[in-house]
């Protein structure tokens, strides 16, 4: 494994919580975004901006603009930062002083100048599917697609469904450990295959009838 690599993935509550972006293109614009749909206070330093970020800063009160260069202590006191202007070095300075004051930071034209990447993502209500393939945003792309016409709103249906019978097994069955193995036995890849097929009322079936079978015998 490189000693630079990324190899360790998280999810970060960001709610209320203050991140930078430096850089007022196409790509700081998609960041920001991303960023204010975590329900992060996000403000955005650039010389100049692309002419989308006015109607995003109306549309979101947690945005705001500084039309200027980043300067020296901007990314103090910020949790995320994010370096992507078109100027390697400023970016490069950007990442300097973001690590110095402890803050996490992406830089989008080196990543590994930075202490985190953001993996490509794919989300189907209450499930998140995450890609990273070390910077072949192609195959990133392909897979991702891949994983959407693979798994469409049924998958979300079948998971939000899940989550009720994980209740009441938990109160037909005590014992962890024979929980998980229940678990084990019903909730199968050929369940995944079913959803997948579009057969999503034959997987709950299954799982009511084992459901219903554990809870008659206890």
Request: hydrophobic share 40%.
């Amino acid at each position: 494994m490189d000693e630079g690599s990324f190899n360790y993935t998280i999810q970060l509550n960001l709610h209320d919580t203050f991140c930078l972006v430096i850089g007022g293109g196409k790509v700081a614009l998609r960041k920001a975004k991303t960023l204010l749909a975590a329900g992060a206070n996000v403000t955005v330093i650039a010389p100049r901006f692309e002419p989308s970020f006015t109607a995003l800063a109306l549309a979101h009160r947690t945005l705001r603009l500084k039309e200027r260069s980043f300067q020296a202590g901007d990314t103090e006191g910020a949790f995320l930062v994010i370096a992507a202007t078109d100027n390697s070095a400023v970016n490069q300075t950007v990442a300097k002083e973001a690590i110095a004051n402890r803050c996490l930071v992406n830089v989008t034209d080196a990543p590994r100048t930075g202490n985190f990447s953001v993996a490509g993502s794919y989300s189907v209500g209450t499930v998140r599917f995450t890609v990273s393939t070390g910077g072949n945003p192609r195959l990133t792309h392909l897979l991702l697609k891949d994983l959407e016409n693979s798994y469409g709103p049924a998958l979300n249906a079948f998971n939000l469904f899940l989550e009720e019978q994980r209740k009441r097994v938990k109160k037909i069955v005590p014992d962890s450990s024979a929980r998980q193995l229940f678990w084990q036995n019903t909730l199968t890849s050929t369940l995944l295959q079913n959803v997948r097929e579009g057969k999503l009322e034959q997987a709950k079936e299954i799982i009511i009838h084992a459901v219903d079978r554990i809870r008659s015998e206890s």
